[in-house]
């Protein structure tokens, strides 16, 4: 196999003491978002928040679903469009430029008794007629369905069954239109091919394979409580979501799969490390829910910055709360910064050599000018690069 260093730099390096170690050509796109950041909105009502599911975006608004778990308020299975300007741990049908339907809306799908929208997915058709739909699974009384739904007003397209008899509780496009979705208790999620060339005139969906979840040492694992799932920009990665409140395994929170291998490469924590996506089920009834990548750091979204954002429910007995969880996949550095030291931009290292501790396999590491007088051996696949001048990194000259 070829050989060729990965160690990219857009950094000024004068008198240069790092080695840098040739590895296999490495194909992954730097899309590992693998540090968590903080959480906003945290416990918030927000006006979605009861029974939230889902969360998608288009280049400007993001996309929310509700469900109704006791069927009894239609507000609840709802399908909003908020834009990214607006606050998200406020919000109303009746603010300005939010829009909300409700599935009951909807008289094809309510007729039926469906009454969960699961998380859901957008898709610019660019390849056909250029415009933005919102791919949502759909479950109640009835079969489990995909409905298609337009991203600029809401309306609905149709929706088609999927084989076997499903009911997804969420789907996931990849770059190319293909549609990957699953119930609960499955060590595999489908693949579908959707006919983007019919829609908007109708919705046709076809089964042509699946795609196995597989740990690091390519064996099964299965996963009974599925609520989310995002592929990366690249195609190169699945990222799902699990976990029940009433209980959860040791594996649910967020798993991110190769999408090549099937094989995972990265799991969340629960309450600690880098990775950390924490939520107790049982007493505290916290759920996790839907999931999307947007990059986030150009201060256009209150609150938020990072590229993941991961959905959380409180699902007590009173009024839910709504917690989303935003990591980043840029290790920050800075000799000036005193203090904690996270690698977060709020708490950055101090050397390069903590960051590169921390470094997992597709991670980024921004350094802030300077002279950092380290010596690193380098064998991992990371991407430094400076912010804000030259770097030089070693002894100087």
């Known amino acids: 196999m070829k050989k060729t260093s990965i160690f990219v730099l857009s950094i000024a390096l004068e008198l240069i003491a790092i080695v840098i170690l040739q590895v296999n050509v490495w194909p992954q796109q730097f899309e590992h978002y693998f540090l968590y950041l903080g959480t906003y909105p945290y416990s918030a009502n927000t006006g979605y928040h009861e029974d939230v599911q889902g969360i998608t975006h288009d280049k400007d608004c993001w996309y929310i679903t509700q469900s109704d778990a006791d069927d009894s308020d239609p507000a609840e299975r709802s399908l909003w469009k908020i834009p990214i300007s607006h606050d998200l741990s406020s919000v109303s049908p009746n603010d300005s430029g939010i829009k909300r339907i409700s599935l009951d809306d909807i008289t094809e799908l309510a007729s039926k008794a469906y009454n969960h929208f699961g998380d859901l997915s957008y898709y610019k058709n660019e390849k056909y007629d250029g415009k933005g739909y919102l791919v949502i699974p759909v479950t109640g009384s009835s079969a489990g369905i995909i409905a298609v739904f337009r991203a600029s007003d809401l309306g609905y397209i149709g929706s088609a069954a999927l084989s076997g008899g499903i009911n997804p509780g969420w789907c996931a496009i990849d770059p190319e239109g293909y549609a990957y979705a699953s119930g609960n208790n499955v060590n595999k999620c489908d693949i579908y091919k959707l006919r983007w060339n019919l829609i908007p005139t109708e919705v046709k969906i076809k089964k042509i394979g699946d795609f196995p979840f597989l740990d690091e040492y390519g064996n099964p694992l299965t996963f009974t409580s599925m609520q989310g799932g995002v592929i990366s920009e690249s195609g190169n990665l699945l990222y799902v979501v699990s976990g029940y409140y009433a209980d959860h395994e040791a594996h649910d929170g967020i798993n991110v799969f190769d999408m090549q291998t099937n094989r995972r490469v990265a799991h969340s924590t629960n309450g600690y490390g880098h990775?950390?996506?924490?939520?107790?089920?049982?007493?505290?009834a916290e759920e996790p829910e839907g999931i999307t990548i947007w990059d986030l750091d150009d201060g256009r979204a209150p609150g938020i910055t990072g590229q993941l954002h991961v959905l959380m429910l409180d699902n007590d007995a009173s009024a839910d709360e709504v917690y989303l969880k935003h990591y980043t996949g840029t290790i920050h550095v800075d000799k000036t910064h005193t203090g904690s030291e996270e690698g977060t931009p709020s708490q950055p290292f101090n050397s390069i050599t903590e960051a590169y501790n921390l470094a997992w396999n597709g991670a980024?590491?921004?350094?802030?000018?300077?002279?950092?007088?380290?010596?690193?051996?380098?064998?991992?696949?990371l991407l430094l690069f400076s912010s804000a001048g030259s770097v030089v990194i070693g002894s100087g000259r």
């Open 364 to 381: 980024k590491i921004k350094i802030q000018e300077g002279s950092y007088p380290e010596i690193l051996t380098i064998n991992k696949q």
């Open 275 to 284: 990775f950390n996506y924490e939520f107790h089920a049982g007493v505290d």
